[in-house]
């Protein structure tokens, strides 16, 4: 499996507090607003916060996972169902790997 990188992308002008709008989030993502409305209701991707209007904003975590969905649909041609599954399994590992560095550092 290769390892994939990503550019950092410094936040646009307009931007509130390093968080970025849907028009934002889906030129750095490279992902469709619309796409970008159906993970945040699929829970797949995370709204930051929402202003008066209602209209969502997004920090760097939630563009770093639109990504990796945009890289999983489209260069590696993963059907969506099996998307989520890939994302909850990369969480899981995830907050293993954290769970144990905490316990290591206790044991010191």
């Known amino acids: ?3 994939m990188t990503y550019t950092i992308v410094p936040t646009r002008s307009g931007t509130t507090s ?3 709008d849907l028009e934002a989030a889906s030129e750095l993502s490279g992902v469709h607003p619309e796409m970008i409305l159906e993970f945040t ?4 991707v995370t709204v930051s916060w ?3 209007s209602g209209n969502p904003y997004f920090d ?3 563009i770093y996972r639109l990504r ?3 890289h999983l649909r489209n260069q590696e041609r993963v059907q969506m169902r ?4 890939i994302l909850e399994l990369m969480d899981r590992a995830e907050t293993a790997e954290r769970e144990l560095r905490w316990l290591r550092e206790r044991l010191r």
Request: net charge positive; proline share 0%; no cysteine.
């Open 18 to 20: 390093g968080f970025v």
């Open 68 to 70: 990796q969905i945009e």
């Open 50 to 52: 929402q202003d008066r």
């Open 1 to 3: 499996m290769t390892k």
């Open 82 to 85: 099996t998307v989520r599954l």
């Open 60 to 62: 760097d975590e939630a």
């Open 41 to 44: 209701r699929a829970r797949m």
